[in-house]
Nanobody, 124 residues
Framework: QVQLVESGGGLVAPGGSLRLSCAAS????????????MRWFRQPPGKERELVAS????????NVADSVEGRFTISRDNVKKTVYLQMNSLSPDGTAAYYC?????????????WGQGTQVTVSS
């Protein structure tokens, strides 16, 4: 069973930066980087959850939502089994609960695992 633990959320002023981390356990490095795309979602208060960024299994192709293009970057450390979301130039609309998702591909297609979420609040 894959377990995901997010960290790095908190209160930040508009224009500031945060880096979220999501550490995976319960899976070997080779399976994690071969069979799981990693994604960050966020859910603002009173709104639906939305996909913010994704990074594929090997070779690690990335995509970010248009709304955060140029400000957010996703990356993964396949040795540490950790995925990161670097968020720069945050604005108040970045206030949300951020969730890490491991999305199975190929032999793990259909498997989805979620972290518990970490709160990001952008406010002065």
């Amino acid at each position: 069973q894959v377990q995901l633990v997010e960290s790095g959320g908190g209160l930040v002023a508009p224009g500031g930066s945060l880096r979220l981390s999501c550490a995976a356990s319960g899976i070997t490095v080779s399976f994690w980087d071969s069979f799981f795309a990693m994604r960050w979602f966020r859910q603002p208060p009173g709104k639906e959850r939305e996909l913010v960024a994704s990074i594929s299994s090997i070779p690690g192709a990335t995509n970010v939502a248009d709304s955060v293009e140029g400000r957010f970057t996703i990356s993964r450390d396949n040795v540490k089994k950790t995925v990161y979301l670097q968020m720069n130039s945050l604005s108040p609309d970045g206030t949300a609960a951020y969730y890490c998702n491991a999305h199975g591909v190929r032999a793990y297609l259909g498997k989805d695992y979620w972290g518990q979420g970490t709160q990001v609040t952008v406010s002065s």
